[in-house]
């Protein structure tokens, strides 16, 4: 096998991009498309050709379908791998892995005991900007990590809860506690708490939050704010919101790490995706306390490296980049942020 042949369950709004990297790469194959409306499918099977269906069944029992990518509903990410991980195929899903941590915990054992890998579409572990990061950080670039900020403040338009961001499908269950599982943190902010703990091998060990809904007829959070203590000793803060009228200067976005000896930002939003970093102590060509953007070997969000990834561990037997237990470990954090805002009291993880 040479090929990884892929059966994309929901052709939605992240699918178009995710098919592009599928079909561009000579190590994966778009083999069917399914999705539950017509109209969906329609526009990615003229461009790729693939069959289609709207029954999820059918790509689980097709030969000609090695791994399954799903971008569906949050709610319905577990019983579609757990389908997918009994037929045989290998799972690459889009993040949360689950809205509760039993469900994660049963995903995982199912695909373990099927033999099969299970992947979570996190591009951090992919991003040579955020691999270069690791690299730093764990090399002691800017010594021992004292503290992590991150401001996630977006402005998303009013037609995001009823139809994304592109509008591809008209859907409500964004705006749903139940299906989608929370609001910014569960849907956005998971993306860099992946990204911070892919970058300075830190978990947390304590986090009180506060979260509300205060700008958006939704049943989810749109504001919250996390303090976190790390297993280092290292302390966190979270400023998010999904409603911020007016968003966010890029020079003030993205996870930024400090260090005894300097600190870096990991791709702000609006550059040429760099990693930006200020040093303390000369070394590597830094002068102390000058920024230094330092150029990004490979895009951020580049889907075709993702899905590569996880082809190549499904052919080379070895880890996907971001692993079910990895996704696992983020969505814990997002989940102990919930519970401490409802019990107004700090939590302890693991949980």
Not at 46 to 73: K, M, R, S
Not at 280 to 298: A, D, I, S
Not at 301 to 319: K, M, S, V, W
Request: glycine content about 10%; aromatic content about 6%.
């Amino acid at each position: 096998m040479s090929v990884i042949r892929f059966g994309v369950i929901g052709c939605g709004e992240i699918s178009a991009a995710t098919c592009v990297g599928l079909a561009a790469s000579p190590i994966t194959k778009i083999a069917m498309l399914m999705d539950t409306r017509p109209e969906t499918l329609n526009d990615l099977h003229e461009l790729y050709g693939a069959p289609t269906t709207q029954d999820a069944e059918d790509v689980f029992a097709n030969p000609d379908v090695d791994a399954v990518y799903i971008a569906t509903p949050h709610d319905t990410h577990v019983p579609l791998g757990i389908r997918a991980a009994q037929a045989g195929k290998h799972v690459l899903m889009e993040k949360p892995i689950a809205t509760t941590l039993a469900d994660a915990d049963k995903l995982i054992n199912v695909c373990r005991e099927a033999g099969v890998k299970l992947g979570v579409s996190f591009y951090n572990q992919v991003d040579g900007g955020q691999r270069l990061a690791r690299d730093m950080i764990l090399g002691g670039m800017i010594g021992d990590v004292t503290a992590v900020r991150l401001n996630a403040i977006v402005d998303k338009p009013a037609h995001y809860w009823q139809a994304g961001y592109t509008q591809r499908v008209s859907t409500d269950w964004r705006t749903k506690l139940a299906r989608a599982g929370g609001g910014v943190l569960i849907m956005n902010v998971i993306h860099d708490l992946n990204a911070i703990r892919f970058v300075t091998g830190l978990e947390v060990t304590r986090l009180y939050a506060e979260s509300d809904t205060l700008s958006t007829p939704v049943e989810v959070e749109d504001t919250v704010g996390v303090v976190m203590r790390y297993n280092n000793g290292a302390i966190g803060v979270i400023q998010a919101g999904s409603a911020m009228r007016g968003g966010e200067h890029e020079c003030l976005t993205g996870p930024r790490i400090y260090g005894t000896k300097g600190q870096i930002i990991l791709n702000p939003s609006g550059t040429p995706r760099y990693s930006i970093m200020m040093s303390t102590e000369p070394g590597e060509g830094f002068e102390p306390g000058q920024w230094r953007e330092l150029v990004n070997p490979g895009r951020m969000i580049d889907r075709q490296a993702i899905e590569e990834g996880f082809a190549r561990a499904i052919l080379e037997d070895t880890p996907p980049p971001c692993t079910g237990e990895d996704a696992r470990r983020v969505l814990e954090i997002v989940l102990a942020s919930y519970e401490s805002a409802r019990l107004h009291q700090p939590v302890a993880l693991p949980l």
